[in-house]
């Protein structure tokens, strides 16, 4: 991404400004002020995509049931450059979690799809892409519920062809996602799994919020595919009637938070874009895992704008996967010893 003099907006490509403008049309004319959504316009413009068992883009596919009733399924992507089936036997596993604002897209989503397939090839992991209910349908606490009993589905059932390595597994989500992950670990330290072993979070770009307007809330209010207001309605699709966004679901370290400071969380690691409208809200829950005693790793893209590793082209797509496999790598060998 080429240097930029505007502080409040990236250079962007023209395919990278053109989806802007097209998802800022969607977003006009899917949502509703009152925080309902047009439910027929958002799957009419969400393209979806199926598994494969040939590979595609180095990784191969399948699709799971967990719950029916509820849509809650997960994709698992085993990656095919790994040179047999044999080699697949030891790879970490990565439980992903997509984001959206809670409100939009879903595991099998056309940017997921290609989002997830890379991260199967670049760090040789079998990524497991759990689809969950949506917002405003189902609000809070409906999300953490499926991803969490996700955990438990896996944990309890022997998969047929699944060869991942479940002692050696990472929660990874972006956005929405990303904020899932922290709920989601927390709630998996009071429970006993009996095959699941978790070592490490990964959070990319997490969407936390506040009352508050933090400085670069107020700033960037012209950085691309997110802003404020879009923010706002996301948050009032998806939290409780009647609670702000000092909820603790979106303030985890805010005036209504829980102490965390006994629970013991895996080793994060914590992606931040420079152009990212929450970056003060990522970096405050950086330093609130730190002065809760947890590990945690901050690392900052300078030019990143709200969901950049969609866009494969960019640098920044190869930079967090290095940083991601180098994170990774650390704990694998830290689980080992």
């Known amino acids: 991404m080429a240097q930029n003099d505007d502080p409040e907006s990236p250079e962007l490509p023209c395919e990278i400004k053109l989806a802007n403008w097209a998802f800022s049309i969607f977003f ?35 699709d799971i ?27 970490p596993v990565i439980f992903f979690f997509h984001g959206g604002g809670f409100v939009f ?12 397939r890379g991260l199967a090839r670049h760090l040789s992991a079998i990524i497991i892409s759990v689809n969950y209910r949506l917002a405003p349908d189902n609000r809070y606490p409906s999300q953490y519920e499926d991803g969490f009993d996700a955990l438990k589905f896996i944990d309890a059932t022997k998969l047929e062809g699944f060869s991942g390595n ?16 922290h709920h989601i670990a927390v709630k998996a330290r009071e429970h006993e799994f009996s095959n699941l ?20 809330e107020l700033r960037l209010t012209r950085a691309p595919f997110f802003t404020m207001d879009r923010a706002d309605w996301m948050w009032k699709s998806f939290l409780p009637e009647g609670s702000n966004r000092d909820h603790p679901a979106a303030n985890v370290f805010g005036p209504n938070s829980v102490d965390i400071s006994g629970v013991k ?4 690691i914590i992606f931040v874009g420079g152009f ?14 730190k002065k809760s005693g947890k590990e945690v790793h901050l690392v900052e893209f300078a030019n990143a704008f709200h969901s950049f590793y969609v ?27």
């Open 28 to 62: 006009n004319v899917i949502s509703r002020s009152n925080g309902i959504v047009y439910r027929f316009l958002r799957s009419s413009f969400d393209l979806k995509t199926c598994p494969s068992k040939k590979p595609i883009n180095g990784a191969k596919t399948t």
């Open 65 to 91: 049931t967990v719950d029916n009733s509820r849509n809650l399924w997960f994709r698992i992507y085993t990656p095919t450059n790994t040179g047999d089936d044999a080699a697949t036997a030891g790879l």
């Open 105 to 116: 897209l879903a595991a099998n989503s056309l940017p997921y799809e290609v989002f997830c």
């Open 166 to 181: 479940l002692k050696q597994c990472f929660l990874a989500g972006d956005s929405a996602g990303g904020n899932m992950v």
């Open 197 to 216: 072993k978790f070592i490490g979070n990964i959070l990319i770009q997490p969407f936390f919020g506040g009352e508050e307007r933090t400085e670069s």
């Open 265 to 268: 969380l895996p080793s994060t």
């Open 276 to 289: 990212d409208p929450l970056q003060d809200w990522q970096k405050r829950y950086y330093e609130g895992l």
């Open 311 to 337: 866009f494969p082209e960019l640098p920044e797509f190869d930079l967090l996967m290095k940083e991601t496999k180098d994170f990774m790598q650390k704990q694998l060998e830290s689980s080992n010893i």
